[in-house]
């Protein structure tokens, strides 16, 4: 699969160094907004679902945090309802005790603009093209749970 270096817009936006920001990095590059507009939009978006979730992955996630950005990740949930306020849509591809079915491949993937969720991370593939910082494919055997397409 062919991987191209694409920082999502993050350097343009003046941010510097690296950061765990997977998501509005692919958010960016798949929908084509720009990553600052992105990046505090999630940011926002983290932060009211800490305060108002109950869950302990929310009180995990706010728990020594000092505000909350999309630098260091966001929550499945947040991106969830984030893409899906854009009106993309969720195809899972794995489930409960089914084992992987689909990997981080072009053959394996629908063409079109996708933001796909693999095993600890999340990156755009643009007609079967990995958009990403590094290549994240794992020569092909990484996992993917499923991926978001756009309306």
């Not at 343009?12 to 720009?34: N, Q, Y």
Request: charged share 20%; hydrophobic share 35%.
């Amino acid at each position: 699969m062919q991987v191209v270096f694409d920082d999502g817009g993050r350097a343009a936006a003046g941010f510097r160094g690296e950061a765990g920001d997977c998501v509005t990095r692919s958010i960016a590059i798949a929908t084509g907004l720009p990553y600052r507009q992105v990046y505090d939009e999630l940011g926002w978006s983290v932060g009211q679902w800490s305060q108002s979730n109950r869950s302990r992955q929310a009180r995990a996630w706010s728990a020594g945090r000092k505000g909350a950005t999309a630098r260091n990740g966001t929550p499945p949930d947040v991106t969830r309802l984030y893409l899906a306020d854009l009106g993309w849509t969720w195809t899972p591809t794995m489930r409960i005790g089914s084992g992987t079915t689909v990997h981080l491949r072009a053959n394996e993937l629908p063409g079109g603009r996708l933001v796909v969720r693999c095993s600890r991370h999340v990156t755009a593939v643009i007609d079967g093209v990995v958009y990403d910082t590094h290549d994240p494919t794992r020569r092909g055997t990484r996992a993917v749970y499923g991926y978001w397409s756009a309306p």
